[in-house]
């Protein structure tokens, strides 16, 4: 097991933010921090689903990773309502690459951020013969 803490992401809690276990790299749950202030970024849900996946790519490439290798996604948001503005902003940021996704209406989130998201990548590929 190896701990991924990358420069400018900050656990707000008792976690790290990425873990690599076997041959994946699992990725805590990450808001929409603005990482200059430390706050949630204003705007609706399509901006804040952006920066909390920028931020966990900061975490994909402090393991040396890719968004490519991202298997899994768990996206939660504080309303249903936001799930177009969601998937647009995903389908945006991780274009023909399409991996296994959740998304979860919770009521509030932490901060009072619409949108969380936490992700499973591969360390390698495997090609199937």
Do not use: C
């Amino acid at each position: 097991m190896r701990k991924v803490e990358p420069v400018g992401v900050k656990a707000m809690g008792h976690y790290m933010p990425g873990i690599i276990s076997g041959n994946n790299l699992f990725v805590s749950g990450q808001l929409p921090i603005d990482p200059q202030t430390g706050k949630v970024i204003t705007g609706g849900a399509y901006f804040q689903t952006e920066q909390a996946l920028r931020n966990m790519e900061k975490v994909l490439v402090g393991a040396g990773l890719s968004r490519d290798q991202v298997v899994m996604m768990h996206v939660y948001v504080a309303d249903i309502a936001y799930w177009d503005e969601v998937n647009e902003a995903y389908a945006k940021f991780f274009g023909g690459h399409k991996p296994t996704r959740t998304i979860v209406p919770t009521g509030k989130l932490h901060h009072g951020a619409l949108v969380e998201v936490e992700a499973v990548a591969e360390l390698r590929e495997w090609s199937i013969d």
